[in-house]
């Protein structure tokens, strides 16, 4: 069986001159897996635009209809952060069609796991608002829509990029079939995802923040995956396991200040291959959120879809940065204690 992928040249003409939401970010990604040879080892589906009743999943029709309606006249900024042009509303309506399609051809055993080159990206999108350059909760409503899926009762997301995934949280945070986790700089934006966040009523214990200070890389990530992500995912038992992709958290990323490698990148990425092997048949899907350096992106991405792959091989062709990792001891065990691991 196949790694999907799934991509729309409309994700290019989404774009702001300037801002560093650029479409070079997907061109280098693309450009990236073409000369590595990777493209030729993956399967790309079809894209698709999602329809109205699709994206209602997770925001409410009438920010739908504006946001379509805005974008149609030329577009503009939609808050601070978040730009649209006439090309946006489509390009976030394919975002979500296409992550809908790619998992649900992991679903039913099409494809063996995917990654989905996504832009805009999606996880600080709310309900009735833009956020964080995301018009639409793309993550949030593949999952939504996972679980109308035969054979699919739970499911884990998994959040890797620098700021805490808010609109994935606020979106689909209250369903207790949903295991929701992020790793993020904190505090920094959008300023949620603390560690008491762990959500409420009978969802409580399925939302698990983590918190983490500034400067923390590659050992303490590993720490973190080993005592806290993966007990959590094994505990919950998902499904399926998404996965939101942002590269940002790299030591030379120009946005946030957390020091994870390439090398940080890719051992996460096949920890996270490994436990979907391990608990879901091996049913995965990563989804393209942040990540502001092209050769981050470029090598970060085609890492990823090699351990999707198989392919032991990996390039980190930045290295490590030399620093003295902050102890987050503390915070590990506070994590345990709280969410009973
Ligand atoms: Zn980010």
């Given at each position: 069986?196949?790694?999907?992928?799934?991509?729309?040249?409309?994700?290019?003409?989404?774009?702001?001159?300037?801002?560093?939401?650029?479409?070079?970010?997907?061109?280098?990604?693309?450009?990236?897996?073409?000369?590595?040879?990777?493209?030729?080892?993956?399967?790309?589906?079809?894209?698709?635009?999602?329809?109205?009743?699709?994206?209602?999943?997770?925001?409410?029709?009438?920010?739908?209809?504006?946001?379509?309606?805005?974008?149609?006249?030329?577009?503009?900024?939609?808050?601070?952060?978040?730009?649209?042009?006439?090309?946006?509303?489509?390009?976030?309506?394919?975002?979500?069609?296409?992550?809908?399609?790619?998992?649900?051809?992991?679903?039913?055993?099409?494809?063996?796991?995917?990654?989905?080159?996504?832009?805009?990206?999606?996880?600080?999108?709310?309900?009735?608002?833009?956020?964080?350059?995301?018009?639409?909760?793309?993550?949030?409503?593949?999952?939504?829509?996972?679980?109308?899926?035969?054979?699919?009762?739970?499911?884990?997301?998994?959040?890797f990029?620098?700021?805490?995934?808010?609109?994935?949280?606020?979106?689909?945070?209250?369903?207790?079939?949903?295991?929701?986790?992020?790793?993020?700089?904190?505090?920094?934006?959008?300023?949620?995802?603390?560690?008491?966040?762990?959500?409420?009523?009978?969802?409580?214990?399925?939302?698990?923040?983590?918190?983490?200070?500034?400067?923390?890389g590659d050992v303490e990530f590993q720490l973190i995956f080993e005592?806290?992500?993966?007990?959590?995912?094994?505990?919950?038992?998902?499904?399926?396991?998404?996965?939101?992709?942002?590269?940002?958290?790299?030591?030379?990323?120009?946005?946030?200040?957390?020091?994870l490698s390439l090398a940080g990148y890719d051992w996460i990425s096949r920890k996270l291959n490994q436990?979907?092997?391990?608990?879901?048949?091996?049913?995965?899907?990563?989804?393209?959120?942040?990540?502001?350096?092209?050769?981050?992106?470029?090598?970060g991405?085609?890492n990823s879809?090699?351990a999707?792959?198989?392919?032991?091989?990996s390039?980190d062709?930045?290295?490590r940065?030399?620093?003295?990792?902050?102890?987050?001891?503390?915070?590990?065990?506070?994590?345990?204690?709280?969410?009973?691991?």
């Open positions: 069986m196949n790694t999907g992928i799934v991509y729309d040249p409309v994700f290019l003409k989404h774009e702001q001159p300037g801002h560093p939401e650029t479409a070079k970010r997907l061109e280098s990604i693309l450009a990236g897996l073409k000369e590595k040879g990777l493209l030729e080892k993956v399967k790309q589906i079809k894209s698709r635009q999602a329809e109205t009743k699709e994206i209602t999943l997770c925001h409410s029709n009438d920010y739908v209809e504006f946001v379509k309606d805005f974008c149609q006249k030329g577009g503009g900024y939609l808050d601070p952060d978040t730009y649209s042009n006439k090309f946006s509303f489509l390009a976030a309506a394919t975002s979500v069609g296409s992550a809908i399609d790619l998992t649900k051809s992991v679903i039913i055993g099409n494809l063996k796991n995917g990654f989905a080159l996504l832009r805009p990206p999606g996880h600080h999108a709310l309900s009735n608002r833009s956020m964080g350059f995301c018009l639409f909760g793309n993550i949030a409503i593949a999952t939504k829509n996972a679980l109308t899926q035969s054979g699919i009762n739970k499911v884990a997301v998994v959040d990029d620098v700021h805490h995934g808010n609109g994935t949280q606020a979106l689909i945070g209250d369903d207790p079939n949903i295991l929701f986790i992020s790793t993020h700089q904190y505090p920094f934006y959008p300023g949620t995802g603390g560690i008491r966040e762990i959500g409420e009523g009978n969802a409580e214990g399925t939302v698990v923040n983590i918190p983490l200070p500034a400067k923390v005592n806290v992500i993966i007990p959590s995912l094994e505990k919950f038992s998902p499904d399926l396991i998404l996965v939101s992709a942002g590269y940002d958290a790299h030591w030379d990323d120009p946005l946030a200040d957390l020091n436990s979907a092997e391990k608990i879901c048949s091996g049913k995965i899907v990563f989804f393209l959120e942040g990540g502001y350096n092209l050769q981050v992106l470029s090598s991405v085609a879809i090699r999707l792959l198989g392919i032991e091989d390039e062709p930045l290295g940065i030399s620093h003295q990792e902050p102890n987050i001891e503390r915070i590990i065990k506070e994590l345990i204690s709280i969410h009973k691991l």
